[in-house]
């Protein structure tokens, strides 16, 4: 199997027009007057923003304005389909189920529960079904605790090109995206982003843009609210199929504190779940203190004990694990229910093979 795969995002559109000055000031009067943006014209204004043609108060107001209202479906995928046709793509092995679990953070800091998932998944041997191969989005963290610092402290070599993360995703089954790197037109929009210090669209939009074009994703909001909007926009982008979670505790993962609410979108349908730890025999934990994570490298230790079979006082810590990385299963359509998952996860962490997957993708991204 050779990574020859071009990413193709489903249902894309073709290029959309950038708005020009006077359509840029129309539509953020709109928005200034409470009114919303349909997809073309949400588009045409992420157009204009990703070649360089808004200047910085007007992205501003954007990202402010869409923060103040919340963003609708359409406005949503609008970016999203703009971004995607920006994106610097990584190769996928050929005819590869690929999958995400790049959440939009702004969650309570736990250790980086969605990178450890990922790993674990593409350790994940189920006889008689075909391997799952995981296009690890992500960035940095406001908090120093991201894909990417956990990642680096991991031994991974973060800002490998596209080449050799198309080398890792064929070798060791995973590769990391970082997205700073994917998304170069994003530089216009670096310092409103920074200045502002508030969630914006774009961490909702990062999630919807994976570089290996993932058709399956885990994507976890921090948000109860944005679970209906994120999987609408993912049904309406032709998603195969996606599960979008918000855990109890706030968490943007499934969560062991609690039941996890969740949007399964399966091929243009969406329907709604709980997923209750208990009923999966799982401990249901008392206080989000039992799975934080000081700073990266305390996150990254947590793993690495995960991943060498420690149990006793890490077993919130195994347990989350199991449960994101049965999801990330599930999702990718290798298994028949979450319980399955879970199991299928266990046997990757106990067999070695979730740390051998670690240290093939550290060894690969390295060149």
Avoid: W
């Avoid at 200047?55 to 995928?77: C, F, K, N, P, W």
């Avoid at 926009?233 to 969560?255: K, Q, T, Y």
């Avoid at 208990?278 to 990266?296: H, K, N, P, Q, T």
């Amino acid at each position: 199997m050779t990574s020859d795969s071009a990413p193709s995002f489903p249902h894309n559109s073709p290029p959309v027009r950038p708005a020009d000055a006077g359509e840029v000031r129309t539509a953020l009067a709109r928005l200034v007057a409470g009114q919303t943006l349909d997809e073309p014209a949400a588009g045409s204004l992420f157009a204009a923003l990703l070649s360089g043609a808004m200047d910085q108060a007007q992205i501003g107001a954007l990202l402010a304005l869409l923060a103040s209202r919340g963003a609708t479906v359409d406005e949503l995928v609008g970016g999203a389909r703009v971004m995607r046709a920006h994106v610097t793509p990584v190769a996928s092995p050929a005819g590869a189920i690929v999958i995400d679990t790049c959440g939009t953070g702004g969650a309570p800091k736990a250790f980086n529960i969605s990178t450890a998932a990922a790993i674990v998944a593409a350790a994940v041997r189920a006889p008689g079904a075909p391997r799952v191969y995981v296009a690890k989005h992500g960035n940095r963290s406001r908090t120093g605790r991201g894909s990417a610092e956990v990642l680096a402290a991991l031994g991974v070599a973060i800002d490998a090109p596209p080449a050799v993360q198309a080398r890792c995703l064929e070798r060791a089954g995973v590769c990391f995206s970082f997205a700073i790197h994917h998304h170069p037109a994003m530089k216009h929009a670096a310092e409103p982003r920074r200045s502002l210090g508030f969630p914006t669209i774009f961490n909702l939009l990062g999630p919807l843009t994976n570089p290996a074009g993932a058709r399956r994703q885990l994507l976890g909001v921090a948000r109860a609210e944005a679970l209906p909007l994120v999987a609408g926009a993912l049904a309406r982008l032709g998603s195969e199929r996606a599960l979008v979670v918000h855990g109890a505790g706030g968490l943007d993962e499934l969560s062991t504190l609690g039941p996890t609410r969740a949007m399964i979108v399966d091929r243009g349908t969406i329907s709604e779940a709980t997923f209750d730890p208990a009923s999966l025999g799982l401990r249901v934990l008392g206080s989000l203190s039992e799975i934080e994570a000081r700073d990266a490298e305390d996150s990254a230790r947590i793993i690495r004990d995960v991943f060498a079979g420690e149990s006793g006082a890490l077993s919130a810590h195994r347990e989350i694990v199991l449960l994101n990385a049965g999801a990330a299963i599930l999702t990718a359509g290798i298994c028949k229910g979450l319980a399955e998952g879970i199991v299928l996860a266990s046997r990757a962490i106990d067999s070695g093979e979730a740390s051998r997957t670690l240290a093939l993708l550290a060894e690969c991204s390295r060149g």
